[in-house]
């Protein structure tokens, strides 16, 4: 609690040395990098400056960050991909969680120089795991990642039942109530989100993903070998007793990590406070 406090006052303290503003910087296109099985990861990219990965989570592709990017594209070459089989990443053959992995770690290989990398629910376990692929990465931010989630086959058989039955909607509000632990009100904002539909259409490729997640398994010792800078995120409003359990975890193992609670927040606060949430991830990453 006492380093959580003191970490706040030091952003403060730091905010009136960064100037932040918002590139109108277009786009700069859809490029594709070969992951290490082959697969094609979509990533786009904007803006000048040290490069900057965002890994996107479970639900969803690269298009729910695109809000963001412009927020950090007058520091950084920030570049967002979309996670095999989501968006224009193609999906892949004998899925399993270390082919994301390799995934992350191809993406931040074909950049040039060191890259920082943020990854958000899934993506944050895609990114830490990526760390240990390669040494291109330099500081890591992970917000909320499902590093000790139960096994949630049961819901996932649940959701593939609802899919076949094309209520496809269904499935991902499951998902994301039983799963995620996402209140009523925050399901309802992300209704009102122009991500919404593709959410809706991609719910499919989550089954594999819920099922391969319920094998994985956090070893705090192998965390307490990883060095990097490591930014944490999570809301004092998250409901979701295991996302709040890695965030501990985390916190325990990792040797050079620092927490900022987003106040009211859930599970998605860059949706409902960008600025805030992008002005304290440049802060982190820009510090020496």
């Known amino acids: 609690m006492i ?28 490029s594709f990098v070969r992951s290490k099985d082959g697969t094609r990861i979509a990533v786009e990219c904007m803006g ?11 639900t969803g592709d690269r298009s729910r960050w695109q809000p963001l990017l412009p927020l950090f594209a007058s ?27 390799e995934d992350v770690a191809a993406v931040v290989e074909s950049r040039p120089g060191p890259v920082f990398v943020l990854g958000h629910s899934l993506g944050g376990v895609c990114a830490v795991e990526a760390a240990f692929l390669t040494n291109k990465i330099s500081k890591l931010v992970l917000y909320e ?5 139960l096994d949630h086959t049961a819901v ?22 039983e799963i995620v632990k996402i209140s009523p009100a925050e399901i309802a904002a992300m209704k009102r989100q122009s991500s919404w539909p593709g959410r809706v259409s991609g719910i499919d490729i989550q089954i594999r993903e819920i099922r391969a997640l319920s094998k ?27 996302l709040k359990q890695a965030i501990t975890s985390l916190m325990d193992a990792l040797p050079r990590r620092t ?18 949430f992008a002005e304290t991830v440049t802060k982190f990453l820009l510090e020496p």
């Open 145 to 149: 990642p499902p590093l000790q989630d």
């Open 75 to 101: 520091h950084f070459t920030v570049c967002a991909m979309d996670r095999r089989g989501h968006g224009q990443s193609e999906a892949g053959s004998n899925y399993s969680l270390s082919r994301e992995f």
């Open 3 to 30: 380093m959580r406090f003191t970490f706040i006052l030091s952003l403060i303290v730091v905010s009136a040395t960064v100037s932040f503003t918002q590139t109108s910087e277009p786009l700069s296109g859809v």
């Open 48 to 58: 000048k400056g040290p490069g900057f990965l965002i890994v996107h989570g479970g």
């Open 259 to 276: 927490l900022v609670v987003f106040e009211g927040q859930e599970h998605n606060a860059m949706d409902k406070i960008p600025q805030h």
């Open 216 to 242: 994985y398994r956090f070893a705090a010792n192998r965390m307490r070998t990883l060095g990097l800078p490591t930014l944490l995120l999570t809301g004092s409003q998250t409901g979701s007793p295991q």
């Open 156 to 177: 996932a058989n649940r959701m593939e039942k609802l899919i076949r039955s094309g209520d496809r909607e269904q499935a991902l509000e499951t998902f994301l109530r």
